[in-house]
Nanobody, 124 residues
């Protein structure tokens, strides 16, 4: 089994930056891809970004391209989401996720493990 614990969420003003972290524990060697999804109030959960274990292959949702950067430190079993130029529409609960497959998929059903989420609120 794998456990994922997110941290770093909070309340910021529009234009600010935040860095989310997700620490994995357990059978971390089995996780080849990690990613982030988010869910705004009253909305479906949506894909944000994902990264292969190599750290080279990444995938981003269009709304965050150029503003968010996903990275991982395999030595620390941690994945990060650097969020810059935040907008009120980025307000959501952000969930860390991991999958056994190699492709940084944008589909929820492809992911095997989920964290509890960390809230991000961006005020205008």
């Amino acid at each position: 089994q794998v456990q994922l614990v997110e941290s770093g969420g909070g309340l910021v003003q529009a234009g600010a930056s935040l860095r989310l972290s997700c620490a994995a524990s357990g059978r971390t060697d089995s996780i080849l891809t990690m990613g982030w999804f988010r869910q705004a109030p009253g909305e479906e959960r949506e894909f944000v970004a994902a990264i292969h274990k190599s750290g080279i292959i990444t995938n981003y949702a269009d709304p965050v391209k150029g503003r968010f950067t996903i990275s991982r430190d395999n030595g620390k079993n941690t994945v990060y989401l650097q969020m810059n130029s935040l907008k009120p529409e980025d307000t959501a609960v952000y969930y860390c996720t991991g999958r056994l497959g190699t492709i940084p998929s944008d589909k929820q059903s492809h992911y095997d493990y989920w964290g509890q989420g960390t809230p991000v609120t961006v005020s205008s």
